[in-house]
């Protein structure tokens, strides 16, 4: 995800209690690809982003008279102000 997206998951992910740290994948390239992990520090941390997604998903209404939710594994965010 890219560090906008990274931002709308943080704050999401912080509105429902769900514990993670959203951080760069190479913290030295902050303009590349970010993810959600277990733990701040790059040396021990573990990626975590499949599970936070899923649980993030879990709390997304299903769409439309036929309950069609996220597919595929991508949910849709909207802007948070």
Same mark, same amino acid.
């Given at each position: 995800?890219?560090?906008?997206?990274?931002?709308?998951?943080? =704050?999401?992910? =912080?509105? @429902?209690? /769900?514990?993670?740290?959203?951080?760069? /994948?190479?913290?030295?390239?902050?303009?590349?690809?970010? =993810?959600?992990?277990?733990?701040?520090?790059?040396?021990?941390?573990?990626?975590?982003?499949?599970?936070? @997604?899923?649980? /993030?998903?879990?709390?997304?209404?299903?769409?439309?008279?036929?309950?069609?939710?996220?597919? =595929?594994?991508? /949910?849709? @965010?909207?802007?948070?102000?």
């Amino acid at each position: 995800m890219t560090a906008d997206e990274a931002g709308r998951v943080d =704050r999401v992910m =912080r509105s @429902l209690g /769900i514990p993670g740290v959203v951080a760069p /994948i190479d913290p030295e390239a902050p303009s590349g690809e970010w =993810r959600v992990y277990d733990h701040a520090d790059p040396e021990t941390r573990s990626d975590t982003t499949a599970d936070v @997604l899923a649980a /993030i998903a879990e709390h997304v209404p299903a769409k439309g008279p036929g309950g069609d939710g996220p597919t =595929r594994g991508f /949910i849709g @965010l909207p802007p948070y102000n």
